[in-house]
């Protein structure tokens, strides 16, 4: 295992080689930020000899946001699971750095949507489940809900 100290005073462990693909060495990384944000996971060299996020790894912050998924080009990108330290949780699809595609938002309160998401907008076909448990389905697009229906189970 290496230590090394990189640009910023962060901390980083390159703790083995993994493979190679398309002229990128892919390495399993411990790095820590200058803020105390930590990755643990996969990152590549760029060409300017920087590493950058990609493949699979968990971000966490001090304040206990986790992020566990898929990284390209130093972005939350494809599928993961983030939590927030308020207990919501997004799990679902990610692009640069937004809730983007299918997913799962679980609401503090125990509240969820699952639907589509556009850039972290909730945006088109979805459902609702309020905390009583009853199901609202239809389309969604950003703050507005035109026709939902309410789901009821005989």
């Given at each position: 295992?290496?230590?090394?100290?990189?640009p910023g005073?962060?901390?980083?462990?390159v703790t083995y080689f993994l493979s190679v693909?398309?002229?990128s060495e892919v390495y399993k990384i411990n790095f820590i930020f200058p803020n105390g944000d930590k990755y643990d996971g996969?990152?590549?060299?760029?060409?300017?000899?920087?590493?950058?996020?990609?493949?699979?790894?968990?971000?966490?912050?001090p304040d206990g946001i986790i992020y566990t998924g898929n990284w390209k080009d130093d972005k939350m990108n494809g599928f993961g699971r983030l939590e927030h330290f308020s207990?919501?949780?997004?799990?679902?699809?990610?692009?640069?750095?937004?809730?983007?595609?299918l997913?799962?938002?679980?609401?503090?309160t125990g509240a969820k949507y699952t639907g589509n998401f556009n850039e972290n907008r909730v945006e088109g076909e979805g459902q609702?489940?309020?905390?009583?448990?009853?199901?609202?389905?239809?389309?969604?697009?950003?703050?507005?809900?035109?026709?939902?229906?309410?789901?009821?189970l005989m």
């Open positions: 295992m290496n230590r090394v100290l990189a005073n962060c901390y980083m462990c693909y398309t002229a996969d990152c590549t060299r760029t060409s300017s000899g920087t590493f950058e996020r990609n493949g699979v790894g968990i971000h966490t912050t207990g919501a949780v997004y799990e679902g699809h990610f692009k640069d750095n937004m809730f983007h595609g997913g799962t938002y679980t609401f503090p609702y489940t309020d905390i009583q448990g009853l199901e609202w389905c239809g389309n969604f697009h950003f703050t507005a809900a035109p026709g939902l229906k309410l789901k009821i």
